[in-house]
């Protein structure tokens, strides 16, 4: 953009956040921008390693992912999922024939001795992307949902139960020992960062296990660069997942400005959509009221130069 | 068949035996026939257990088999592997989107601790099979072929290096210690077997590690029932295969009768086809010469019927 010269970290989870990651794309330079992406529900299904944000902010980056099916790949074909279905075996997870192969490769790449990182870059690379993606860590960080019904793997929770089970809290197995991405460190430290962007993710399972790294709140604190978020909820809705549903199960309203309350004093400025307006009054963080639905590149590019704009002002 | 009320056990490698035992199927009531396959060339590639003769011989079975292509699934798809190679993934061996389904699998299966037969009962009753398919043995034997190259693993001669480098010999690593199936015991040592079947399977690298398993061969010879072969090599040539190139690097005459003189005295009878009707004489073993191609289902089953009304006459 024009004038924004430093640097932008964007913390991400997955499809809802990929899009402001992929505005973000178009306006910064690929040594302007550092997107790090949620790995806390990563999980080994029939022995694939699978990274489903990762993946979904790559597919987006790389403009191959679905927009119509709203997650995976565009152009994706079902003949694995269906004979594995006939065979009788685990079906409950969609893996389409394209993004099997990403699977495939990526846990290859593990088994062979490269770090999630280092598979992520060549990951990217192959894509095609210039930008930077990274995992929020190498290791292993796993999001446990208590449930009514007992405490579930994430995507035990999210894709096979479908969100059902009422919930009552989260859990990061790893968390403790985790070490976050140290470009992640280096760039929180750097003098030239200018922004931090929180993407329009779920807050407690996408964005959450990335602030709980070892650090990494506290470097977010002592930057000197805005941290603002953008509100994943619009007019009392999640744009794309669980929130709103996790936000009334945990007895909090799901609305806008709970969900700038929740993130508390982390927050250096929050964007929320202009069916929101209402709220802004009620916020003590500087905010900005814009339209925040990202449905056409244009809009991407759009909501990432107002989220750098108003960062920019926040200094 | 009429009259034909004895047991019998097929030995078969990939894709040429399976046509006969699919054959067998016919006329054979399940609990008549005994198939028993090489695993000597299954290996693990990409983190999947891949069994190519079982499930040459299943897909066989179940008529699920491509007849055009002459291996894998008909009605295959490779948006898997198209993208696999665009990641700059492994992509030598060829894995279609639903033969994928069945190694991911099986794969799972092992890991959860089933044996390689009780996966493929598994495997076999979801594609609706009622006849007995078993693995030779479920530890793991693996051909290496000597070649000029060096030492290679069994599919990456065959697929990778496509049969290119000269041969000079094999070794099936783990055969000493490997347990044969203990079915395949049980059948060969049971009263009611009346014919043991080598179907037209390549003698070196798909039978002879059957053959070579502690205690076959011997039971074989022992067993009362007769062992009949069926010719892979139609007219000098393999009718699939690397046979006949082997055998010429092997210095072997690449013939019907070069076949059956390997098999030497294990063999009660053998089957050649038409074309090599002038062979017969330089034979010493009974044998009978008939068409043996086997391009229809009907042409299937008159071999079958052939083989075994041959093999009833050799008592």
Known sequence: MAGFDGKVIALTGGVGGAKLARGLTEVLSPDQLLIVANTADDFEHL???????????????????DTERGWGLAGESWQAM???????????????DKDLATHLW???LLRDGHSLSDTTRLLCQALGLHHRLIPMSDDPVRTLVATERGELGFQHYFVREQCEPKVSGFRFAGIETA?????????????RLAAIVICPSNPFVSVDPILQLQGVRAAMQASPAPVVAVSPIVGGMAV???????????SMPASADAVAQWYGDLLNGYVMDI???????????????IPTLMSSLASKRKLALDVLDFSRHLN
Chains 1, 2 share one sequence.
Request: a negative charge; proline letters at 5%.
């Open 106 to 108: 990526r846990s290859q």
């Open 240 to 250: 794309k997942g669980p929130a709103a549903k996790m936000m009334e199960e945990l």
């Open 275 to 289: 069916v929101d307006r209402n709220l802004a009054s009620s916020l003590s963080v500087p905010n900005k009221v």
């Open 179 to 191: 070490s976050p991405a140290a470009e992640l460190m280096d760039w929180l430290a750097d003098d």
């Open 47 to 65: 022995g694939l390693s699978i990274s489903p944000d990762l993946d979904s902010v790559m597919y987006a980056l790389a403009d191959q992912n």
């Open 82 to 96: 269906e004979s594995l279905k006939a065979l009788g075996g685990d079906d409950w997870f969609r893996l389409g």
